[in-house]
């Protein structure tokens, strides 16, 4: 697709370097005339929306232009997704296209006692990682599913079932017991001392197929977002450095990235929106065929 203002400068090049009248340029260049002789106005706050944008992506290199704009809108300024992009693009700031994934063939799969309030469903696995001797790091993920908050992120060299259980007491006199807690086949995860202090606490267990990362695909998404915007941004000397920068992303994450799946809140923000149960609304516009009997009307769904 060629933008008008591609369109312009060929009407300008065929008008000087050929001597082609104006109404014939425009013809040939698909451009009316007026808009050819229109000089696009620059509105008053432009510079400072354009530095604003340029600091948020050199701050949050893996933020695209959608989550910019929701940043904008939260700090006071009155933007739409359209001007994001434009001025996104002038930057030359577009990330680079998602790697497009291998379908994976067969029936989906319906994710078994999906979240339906805060405290239901939580998930857990691990995410590792080295220093840069080499040296391990093992970091214990917990999230809550309905919310998407990040309850812990605990970075040791190893992690055993106690350490486990231990991080698990801790979140349920903070957090409270969830209904549910999914995860995958891990030794850590099986083992009699961790499923034995769950069942006590009143904790069902769920765990998902061996070799089935899809049937746990919210801690396997937020494990995706960790390693790229901060894991592979870091370069770790020691095992406290890495906790302290971990620590400080996860309350980035709770606080202040907006998250797609929840209308581009922040999981802080959903958490809060409407007390315990969280019930989140919002609306999208209609876009069925016949325009002409939903004009103006919106659709309300309910998470």
């Known amino acids: 697709m060629v933008s008008p203002s591609a369109r312009k400068k060929a009407v300008k090049a065929l008008m000087r370097d050929h001597g082609y009248s104006e109404r014939r340029g425009c ?22 929306l354009t530095q604003r944008i340029r600091d948020i992506a050199a701050r949050h290199k893996r933020y695209g232009y959608r989550m910019v704009a929701t940043i904008l809108r939260r700090e006071g300024w009155q933007v739409n997704i359209k001007r994001v992009h434009r001025i996104w693009k002038q930057l030359g700031l577009s990330l680079p296209g998602k790697r497009p994934r291998r379908q994976r063939r067969g029936r989906t799969v319906e994710i078994v006692h999906r979240a339906e309030h805060k405290n239901h469903v939580w998930t857990y696995d691990f995410v590792e990682d080295r220093t840069e001797n080499g040296g391990k790091l093992r970091m214990l993920v917990v999230l809550d599913e309905y919310t998407r908050q990040c309850l812990q992120i605990r970075v040791e060299r190893s992690i055993t079932a106690e350490k486990v259980v231990d991080t698990l007491n801790w979140l349920f006199l903070l957090k409270g017991v969830p209904e549910h807690i999914r995860s995958d086949n891990g030794p850590e995860f099986i083992a009699a001392a961790v499923c034995d202090w769950l069942a006590d606490a009143g904790c069902k267990t769920i765990f998902i197929k061996p070799g089935s990362p899809w049937e746990n695909p919210f801690i396997e998404s937020f494990n995706r977002t960790l390693r790229s915007e901060c894991l592979n941004r870091e370069i770790f000397t020691s095992v406290r450095e890495a906790q302290q920068v971990v620590e400080t992303w996860r309350g980035e994450y709770n ?20 007390g315990s149960s969280s019930s989140f609304r919002f609306h999208l516009k209609c876009k069925d065929k016949d325009k002409s009997k939903n004009k103006g009307k919106v659709k309300t769904l309910t998470f």
């Open 27 to 48: 013809e040939l260049a698909g451009v009316s005339r007026t808009g050819f002789r229109r000089t696009p106005s620059r509105r008053p706050d432009e510079d400072a």
């Open 255 to 274: 606080e202040f990235r907006p998250h797609s799946s929840l209308g581009y809140l922040t999981p802080a923000q959903f958490t809060s929106s409407d």
